[in-house]
């Protein structure tokens, strides 16, 4: 069996597993059926463990790239200071057809069970939630 063989199967049996009385790690679904898997004392999984030491760093700049970009676009450093310090912008701050869409959602719905539009595009852009 090839690593994604049994990858495939580890997934297809989830269903069968998650029913049985395991221990499973106290943050995520993984239990001890998955491969590799240890727990610590509070019932938390290394993969949780490795996903927490991968918290978020302040990335590593490349000055030298940061000034060729500056001389290119011909920005002063008040300049590039402003355009780095402005608000950051969301798609919500763009114009969007996201509202003629949700007013649309029964001609969409209709569009998808007709297989017009793949369904994905009527769940993200004609629901009212954010998703
Ligand atoms: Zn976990």
Redesign the pocket.
């Known amino acids: 069996m090839t690593t994604v063989d049994a990858k495939e199967q580890w997934l297809a049996d989830w269903s069968q597993r998650y029913k049985k009385d395991t221990t499973r790690?106290t943050?995520?679904l993984?239990d001890e059926d998955t491969p590799a898997i240890t727990f610590d004392a509070d019932g938390?999984?290394n993969?949780?463990q490795m996903h927490d030491s991968l918290a978020w760093q302040p990335p590593d700049v490349d000055w030298e790239l940061v000034e060729m970009v500056k001389k290119r676009l011909g920005l002063t450093d008040a300049q590039f200071e402003e355009h780095m310090t402005q608000p950051v912008k969301t798609y919500k701050d763009f114009k969007t057809h996201k509202r003629l869409f949700e007013r649309l959602r029964p001609l969409f719905w209709l569009l998808s069970r007709a297989d017009l539009i793949p369904r994905s595009f009527y769940l993200k852009y004609t629901s009212k939630k954010n998703i």
């Open positions: 790690c943050r995520c993984y938390v999984c993969y949780c």
